[in-house]
């Protein structure tokens, strides 16, 4: 569905990644672990064109998006992203935020959109709030809205940065709760988390990631019971407590 | 209650409109009498007093001899052709402005090193004349150039005209860092956001970008747009046919007759500025509460 093939990315002086591939196929879901700046979130960011890479090439379903005849705006209406601070409009309403990419990129008449956004806000179990501002909503409720607002595209990769990282840990399972259900429902996910439980439970392969290399790649339990490298032995020791 | 933000009151609230909001939490007209606030007491008794000054101040113009009702009433044609000079040099001035400054504010901000640079040396160029000089340097320039191209001998209006232009493009200049300001502080994951949905730079400026720098530079905006107004009575110099410069015909007239008629044109001008100005803050606050955020209210101490 979505490969990347030996991507380089230079801020300045500093090399953020060095020669990472990597492949999902359809309908699995992968996790992406690392301590900070080991640069899973550019990664990440990568794979939608927010930055684009200074070497290496990334598919989407065959198609060389890093080509430059691709419009960056194509590649990335097809691909949802949340965020980890939510990055919801705050001048407009849920229902707003979700309609705002149905109308302006996707040309669906406001009334077509506003339906398919508040089936879309239903589903994320915020069918009552479609008329709040992201200010008067919790931090779960403002993410759910995010995941919305990026489902409502159509998208055939969703990825996910730390999407749980600046929420009150008692929000963090209901946004967990919507990402499992997405997952069974056979969504392309590419996740950055450190929420172990989900990568556990959720997750097809979890790659771990450090000094903008893949250190290691397998499915949940070999990463998390038997790692093989040393640095994702200690990564995971420390993260598991 | 005090004239404050609207607060989220539980569920009821929030699931509604905005506009129910506003009505359902708007203060009634006549209520149960409530003991004023000690804020309250010190607003009542500052205004009572300046209304007892200013009382006195203008009893006090009465006892000078100031009050000539006819001569008040015998100027009023000439000074409405003065207000609608200055209305339109206003309804000029403040448009072309605004959308110079919006340009501006958009080529400073953006990523293109020369739309960069075309913003900078604007700023800096009409920022660093003063209004007059760039009033009197350019109408000059216009009749020379009409003159020498056109062979038109006396081109007052269109002189006037320049002028008008490059005293909308100094309060351009203005607006333009007024307008980048609020742009700045939109946060960059807003526009990161906009991107991820697939909307194009100009989408993404248009429908998330603006709408919130506008919100946050809406006060600074009426601060400018109350200043060029008034900035508009330098245009007087050049001949231009409006407030100041009907006010200083009018005193030129009316001082061999009676040293105190000029108090009472002046007075009758400093009145229309003062409508005409407040009418443009009037609009400028109408739209700050209409872009107000619920949830989203600022620091109250």
């Given at each position: 569905m979505i490969r990347a093939d030996g991507i380089h990315k230079w801020f300045g002086e500093l090399h953020v990644l060095r020669g990472i591939g990597m492949e999902v196929t359809k309908g699995e879901v992968s996790c992406i672990i690392g301590p900070s700046g080991s640069g899973k979130s550019t990664f990440l960011r990568c794979l939608n064109l927010l930055v684009f890479p200074d070497?290496?090439?990334?598919?989407?379903?065959?198609?060389?998006?890093?080509?430059?005849?691709?419009?960056?705006?194509?590649?990335?209406?097809?691909?949802?992203?949340?965020?980890?601070?939510?990055?919801?409009?705050?001048?407009?309403?849920?229902l707003r935020n979700v309609t705002l990419g149905l109308t302006k990129v996707r040309r669906m008449d406001s009334e077509a959109a506003g339906k398919k956004a508040r089936w879309e806000l239903e589903r994320v179990g915020l069918g009552d709030k479609v008329d709040a501002y992201p200010a008067q909503l919790s931090g779960g409720q403002q993410q759910r809205v995010a995941i919305a607002r990026a489902l409502a595209m159509d998208p055939k990769v969703m990825l996910f940065d730390e999407p749980t990282s600046a929420l009150d840990p008692e929000f963090i399972h209901e946004v967990l709760d919507v990402m499992t259900k997405l997952a069974d429902e056979g969504m392309t996910m590419v996740v950055v988390t450190h929420e172990m439980g989900f990568a556990k439970k959720v997750a097809d392969?979890?790659?771990?990631?450090?000094?903008?290399?893949?250190?290691?790649?397998?499915p949940p339990s070999e990463i998390f019971e038997g790692p093989k490298q040393e640095r994702t032995k200690a990564f995971v020791s420390r993260i598991l407590g | 209650m005090k004239g404050g933000p609207i607060r989220d009151e539980g569920e009821g609230v929030i699931g509604k409109p905005r506009r129910e909001i506003q009505?359902?939490?708007?203060?009634?007209?006549?209520?149960?009498?409530?003991?004023?606030?000690?804020r309250q007491i010190v607003r009542r008794t500052a205004s009572a007093a300046a209304a007892v000054v200013a009382f006195l101040f203008v009893f006090w113009l009465g006892e000078a001899g100031l009050y000539n009702l006819s001569f008040a009433e015998e100027i009023v044609p000439a000074l409405e052709r003065g207000f609608s000079g200055t209305m339109w040099l206003v309804g000029f001035v403040i448009p072309v402005g605004f959308g110079t400054g919006l340009m501006m504010a958009s080529a400073r901000t953006s990523d293109s090193r020369i739309a960069r640079a075309i913003g900078g040396t604007y700023v800096e160029f009409f920022r660093s004349m003063p209004p007059f000089t760039l009033i009197a340097f350019s109408s000059l320039l216009a009749t020379k150039l009409l003159r020498t191209v056109f062979y038109i001998d006396n081109p007052v209006g269109?002189?006037?005209?320049?002028?008008?232009?490059?005293?909308?493009?100094?309060?351009?200049?203005?607006?333009t860092e007024i307008l980048r300001a609020g742009i700045l502080s939109v946060p960059a994951g807003q526009v990161e956001a906009a991107y991820a949905l697939g909307l194009t730079r100009s989408r993404t400026l248009f429908n998330v970008i603006l709408p919130q720098a506008f919100r946050i530079s809406l006060p600074a905006l009426g601060n400018e747009f109350s200043s060029v107004i008034k900035d508009t009575s330098l245009l007087s110099a050049i001949s231009a046919v409006e407030l100041a410069f009907i006010g200083g015909v009018l005193v030129n007239n009316a001082l061999s007759r009676d040293f105190n008629l000029p108090f009472i044109i002046w007075s009758e001008i400093s009145v229309l500025y003062?409508?005409?100005?407040?009418?443009?803050?009037?609009?400028?606050?109408y739209a700050e509460n209409r872009s107000k955020v619920p949830g989203l209210e600022a620091a109250q101490l």
């Open positions: 070497q290496g090439d990334i598919y989407l379903e065959g198609v060389r998006i890093t080509s430059p005849e691709v419009r960056p705006e194509w590649v990335r209406q097809q691909i949802g992203m949340v965020f980890q601070s939510f990055n919801l409009f705050t001048h407009l309403t849920a392969d979890v790659t771990f990631l450090d000094q903008g290399q893949i250190v290691e790649r397998g | 009505k359902a939490t708007r203060r009634p007209l006549l209520g149960p009498f409530r003991y004023p606030s000690r269109l002189a006037v005209a320049a002028a008008t232009f490059a005293l909308a493009l100094h309060s351009g200049s203005y607006q003062f409508v005409l100005t407040y009418a443009v803050v009037w609009i400028v606050r």
